[in-house]
Each structure stands twice: as C-alpha cells, then as structure tokens.
C-alpha cells in the first residue's frame, strides 16, 4: 500500500474566565491494524490484522466539546461530551463461529471480514485531584456505541452504558500509604448460542449451532476493588518500598464469558470468571 493520507485535526480552546474554559476539537483518523472480536465465539485473546489491498483503511471522525475547570487550586473538573464516525470496521463475514470452520493458509482479509459502519457517542466526567494527603481522581463515562452490518444496526461488542472508575491515595505519615481502585461497568453484549443441530459432513456428523441475533444479550455487571499498603523506608543507603496489594478484595465472580455445553440434554452453561481475590506482596528498591 502505497496511498498518501490526509488527517486533518483542530483544537480551540476559549477562555471564559480565569481557570474556566471551554473546549471543542474534530479529527479525522485512519486505522490499518485491526483488533477483530469474534461476536459469535469468546476469546480470550482478540485477533489483530493489517488489511491489505482487499479493503480499505478504517476511517472515524471525532467530535468532542468540553467543560474544564479548576475547582480549588489541587482540583480540576472536565466534562466532555462526544460523537465518533466509525467507517470500514473489520466483521466477521460468517454468522457462525470463525472457528467452525477450515481455513487456508493463503486467506486475503475480505474473504474473512467484512467492512462495517458505526458510531459511539456519550458523555465523560473526569474529576482529578492533584495535590494533598489524598490525591486520585474520578471517572464516568456514559457510552453508546452502535454498528451496522447488512443494513442492520446492533450493539458493537464494546458498547458499556456506564463505566465508573475511581482511583485514591491516602499518605498515612511516616512513608505509609494506602490505594484503592474501584471498576463498576454495565455488561457488555455477547451473541447467545440458543440451540444446535446435526450436520452430515462426508458421512460424520458434526453439531452446528444457531445463535441470537449479533450482541441481542448482555453479561452481568462487572465490579472490582483492589487496594494496596505501601512503607517507603531507607536501607543500606537505598531507597525501598515495599507493598501490600490485594486485587478483587471483594472476590466478585465477574463473569468474562460463558461456555455452553450441548452434548448434555437439556445444554448446560458454565460461567468463565475472572480474577478471583489475589493477596500478593512485593518489595522493591531503587539504586
């Protein structure tokens, strides 16, 4: 690929009055490598590809307007809100499982993928303390992301309605210091397999599942709070820290996807979780 490409982008920011602004800024961006979720099969791990001459660059437009202010001399609020094009997304053409089926090794991108449309808007706050015995910040985001395939509009596979985050930390006095984290989101959707039936491939049979429409369910909510103990202290002529830090402390079973089993009749469904509640301790030093 050869092509030349043009990304025109601009950023005004207007001041309203001292540490108050207003922001606005538009972009065009391009993509060429591709992180593609299967919506018919979990995976742990996405695939990426680089297109080739078969189809062309993903293409978004942002639109983003923004509130900024400095609330105390530590402390600035940003509100945004946001609307984002998203053009010639990489799908999955088959609306079976990529993995049901054999593959080639000479496979060019447009005979896996098809090209899709899309857009994401919604709202950002960001609260950010800089400064003191307890700095951290707050975020929320509030998303809608939507894609279109064969005229057919779903919810794309990152689509959250709500996303809080909150990170803190708190010095105790004497190098003591405590953190927290905490990650509430709303599910995202996930394509459900709903039945299976049996195919006569050269004389075998092989199960074939039918699934919903594309994203139609959602997964329950996620919500994770780690925290962590931290002592900074001299030793040797160094400088040491050593920490405490507990991911998952309220050992939540957030679900990362589910595995349906249909040889069993009636199917039965596990649920693939995340991390459990993991204590781990650590020392380090800086010479």
Do not use: C
Not at 38 to 53: G, K, L, M, R
Not at 122 to 143: A, D, P, R, S
Request: avoid cysteine; hydrophobic fraction near 35%.
């Amino acid at each position: 690929m050869n092509d030349i490409f043009v990304e025109p982008r601009l950023a005004i920011k207007y001041r309203l009055r001292r540490g108050e602004y207003l922001n606005f800024s538009t972009g065009l961006y391009r993509q060429f490598i591709f992180t593609v979720r299967d919506e018919f099969s979990s995976a742990i791990i996405n695939d990426w590809f680089a297109i080739d001459n078969t189809v062309p660059a993903g293409k978004s437009i942002h639109y983003i307007f923004g509130y900024e202010r400095e609330l105390w001399s530590t402390t600035n609020l940003q509100i945004e809100g946001y609307y984002k094009t998203l053009n010639n997304m990489l799908t999955y053409r088959e609306t079976r499982s990529s993995i049901d089926q054999s593959l080639g090794s000479d496979i060019q991108v447009n005979e896996l993928f098809v090209p899709t449309q899309g857009h994401s808007y919604g709202l950002e706050i960001f609260l950010h303390k800089k400064y003191g015995q307890l700095t951290g910040w707050v975020g929320y985001t509030l998303n809608w992301a939507r894609s279109e395939l064969d005229k057919q509009e779903y919810y794309s596979s990152f689509d959250r309605r709500h996303d809080l985050n909150i990170l803190l930390s708190y010095d105790l006095g004497k190098k003591w210091a405590f953190g927290t984290r905490f990650n509430y989101g709303s599910g995202f959707p996930y394509t459900r397999a709903i039945a299976t039936y049996l195919e006569k491939d050269n004389e075998v049979d092989k199960r074939r599942i039918i699934y919903s429409d594309r994203n139609a369910f959602r997964y329950p909510a996620y919500m994770r709070w780690d925290t962590s103990l931290t002592k900074k202290f001299k030793w040797l002529g160094a400088d040491w820290k050593a920490d405490l830090y507990v991911v998952n402390i309220l050992n939540r079973e957030n679900i990362f996807f589910y595995n349906w089993d249909f040889n069993d009749n009636p199917a039965t469904r596990d649920e693939i979780t995340m991390l459990p509640i993991v204590p781990t301790i650590g020392i380090g030093v800086d010479f």
